[in-house]
């Protein structure tokens, strides 16, 4: 999905697993820790969140873990992207957890955490006997606010260092996880299946802010998701929309904020009479208007879903026409084009 954005660089590799509790290393919620022990995780949390505020990699590298500062390339790029939307942002933290695998064996192939109740999981593959933290952060009062997430490392001299960095986007289009997904119900108990698929599907990426965390609420929402099924496009092959007695092969659906508002973007591969016909401006303009009109007949929830929808000419590799359109401009007695839509075309 275009929206989304998750940076991350760590030594290991995680994903999460649906496993048996007796695998389970030892995890520590927020509420069961210490104030020293909450302290000195919410203290090193913010002091690195500090240096990618103030967009310093170099002081941030110094604070890594050796075998992630070795390769420190992502974590750079991530902090040089970050640093301008949260350089005046307040800093809060949403979570913590306390992860010991000091007494794995080394070269475990997986080591697996479930924390309080509810339940909160999380697998590694590949994690060195040690002590560990995970620590996510909310970074607000800014126009983008992000969630960051850590990974800490005890070093041998008790002090944290950074292991694994992930930042997400908040809010998309101006609403968090939780509307996406009270959206994406009721698209679905209307049998709106595109409205219900697309939106079941941003609030999934919202609300999980690093992928390989495993909760009765994720849960919950993943399997009301898998219940979705809309009629997209397929890699087996293209989904054809008739327009007007011809054949449109939609290659592609996808979201996009590329502008700013949340938009659809469509693709199609026209055919050689539809070619020929993208070669006059105008003709080309109300070929994807037409389609726009067709693909929000069939799925009408689309209007009030989106801000808008661009559409992509395609050709092989090449772009041969595009197009984003407001919603507005395809209701009836309305232009086809409208002087705001933004149009690209390639001869």
């Not at 103030?54 to 050796?66: H, S, Y």
């Not at 054949?247 to 973007?265: F, H, Q, R």
């Not at 591969?269 to 006059?280: E, G, H, T, Y």
């Not at 919603?327 to 009836?332: E, L, Y």
């Amino acid at each position: 999905m275009s929206s989304h954005r998750l940076h991350s660089a760590i030594f290991i590799a995680a994903v999460l697993s649906a496993v048996p509790w007796v695998n389970a290393a030892s995890c520590t919620t927020q509420a069961q820790m210490n104030q020293a022990q909450r302290d000195a995780v919410v203290n090193a949390a913010k002091a690195l969140v500090a240096q990618v505020q103030m967009a310093d990699v170099a002081g941030l590298r110094t604070n890594t873990l050796p075998a992630v500062a070795a390769d420190f390339s992502a974590i750079q790029q991530s902090v040089q992207f970050l640093a301008p939307l949260v350089q005046h942002a307040t800093i809060t933290v949403n979570s913590l957890y306390l992860l010991d695998a000091a007494t794995d064996p080394p070269n475990a192939p997986r080591t697996d955490f479930f924390c309080g109740s509810p339940v909160v999981g999380f697998n590694f593959t590949g994690l060195p006997p040690g002590t560990y933290a995970m620590a996510m952060l909310h970074a607000t009062g800014v126009p983008q606010p992000q969630q960051i997430s850590l990974i800490l490392a005890k070093a041998p001299d008790n002090r944290w260092l950074l292991a694994g960095f992930f930042d997400k986007a908040m809010l998309l289009g101006g609403h968090d996880g939780t509307w996406y997904w009270q959206t994406a119900r009721r698209y679905a108990q209307d049998n709106q299946q595109w409205g219900a698929w697309f939106f079941y599907r941003i609030a999934t990426d919202l609300l999980d802010p690093v992928g390989f965390i495993a909760s009765q609420n994720l849960e919950k929402l993943r399997r009301e998701a898998d219940q979705v099924h809309a009629d997209l496009p397929a890699p087996t092959g293209p989904l054809s929309i008739s327009v007007n007695g011809s054949i449109y092969k939609v290659t592609s659906v996808n979201t996009t904020t590329a502008l700013g508002p949340l938009d659809l973007e469509v693709h199609y591969a026209p055919d050689a009479s539809q070619i020929v016909a993208l070669r006059s401006p105008v003709v080309a303009r109300k070929q994807v208007s037409d389609l726009m009109a067709a693909l929000l007949v069939a799925h009408p929830e689309l209007r009030s879903a989106f801000q808008g929808m661009w559409l992509h000419a395609d050709q092989g590799n090449a772009s041969l026409f595009a197009l984003e359109l407001p919603m507005s401009a395809s209701t009836p007695g309305a232009q086809l084009a409208s002087p705001g839509a933004n149009a690209t075309a390639h001869p």
